[in-house]
């Protein structure tokens, strides 16, 4: 998740932003350092990293502290959106490539969508029993009329 408002590289714009190749990055293992930010998107293949606090990091500044908390505008990947509905990695990307959500953004090469969008596409959606479907085999039996 992409906290509110936050801007974020990956691990080459970190690596910019510090003056260095990717090569040189990786092999240093500056990722690895106690000190070096975390991702904000942890477990990802794709680790992306605060820019802010990348900046604090290469300059020696204190490290700015991210928002707590949920927010409209947070942006979600896959498997936030994922833990949020509380279904499975795979249904999100299914109605991804279904286009049951649409809205998405790429941040860094990534597919995010805000919070807000998510909630709005879910509420929309009908409800369980609302038309559609096939009929029931055995219809349930009609009452006798007097």
């Not at 974020?8 to 990786?26: E, H, I, N």
Request: include cysteine; aromatic fraction near 4%.
């Amino acid at each position: 998740m992409i906290p509110r408002g936050r801007k974020v590289v990956d691990a080459a714009g970190a690596a910019a932003m510090g003056g260095m190749s990717l090569q040189t990055f990786r092999n240093k293992r500056i990722a690895a350092q106690p000190a070096f930010p975390q991702p904000v998107n942890p477990g990802r293949r794709t680790a992306l990293y605060d820019a802010e606090q990348v900046a604090a990091y290469w300059s020696g500044d204190p490290m700015p502290v991210l928002p707590k908390g949920e927010h409209e505008t947070d942006l979600l990947d896959d498997l936030d959106i994922a833990a949020v509905r509380g279904v499975k990695y795979a249904t999100v990307r299914k109605e991804r490539a279904e286009g049951r959500l649409v809205g998405w953004v790429e941040v860094c090469g990534v597919l995010h969508m805000p919070r807000r969008e998510l909630n709005r596409q879910l509420a929309e959606r009908p409800g369980r029993g609302v038309g559609g479907g096939r009929p029931r085999k055995n219809p349930p039996p009609r009452p006798e009329q007097t």
